[in-house]
């Protein structure tokens, strides 16, 4: 069992950045693909970005593509979700997970040991 813990939220200015970090404890980390997720209230949990085992390859929602990137330190046992050009539609809660299915990257379905979210507000 991997258990993960984000840090890094706040309160930032539309144009702003947060670095988020996903801490984790447990198995092998580097054996998983990590994701990124948020929730904004009222609103369904939403795919924002995802890194494969080794860092070799990564995803993004094409609502921040080009304004985060996901990274991570295997050594370290992290993954970081760099959020530049944060916009208000950013706030929200964001949590990372552990892909264990095969369901498709970005479908909340295939992760499992979800940490308990950082909260992002964006203010205009």
């Known amino acids: 069992q991997v258990q993960l813990v984000e840090s890094g939220g706040g309160l930032v200015q539309a144009g702003g950045s947060l670095r988020l970090s996903c801490a984790a404890s447990?198995?092998?980390?580097?054996?998983?693909?990590i994701g990124w997720f948020r929730q904004a209230p009222g609103k369904e949990r939403e795919f924002v970005a995802a890194i494969m085992l080794f860092g070799r390859s990564t995803r993004y929602a094409d609502s921040v593509k080009g304004r985060f990137t996901i990274s991570r330190d295997n050594a370290k046992n992290t993954v970081y979700l760099q959020m530049n050009s944060l916009k208000p539609e950013d706030t929200a809660v964001y949590y990372c997970?552990?892909?264990?299915?095969?369901?498709?990257?970005?479908?909340?379905?295939?992760?499992?040991?979800w940490g308990q979210g950082t909260q992002v507000t964006v203010s205009s």
């Open positions: 447990g198995r092998t980390f580097s054996s998983y693909d």
């Open positions: 997970a552990v892909r264990i299915g095969v369901q498709a990257i970005s479908d909340s379905r295939s992760y499992d040991s």
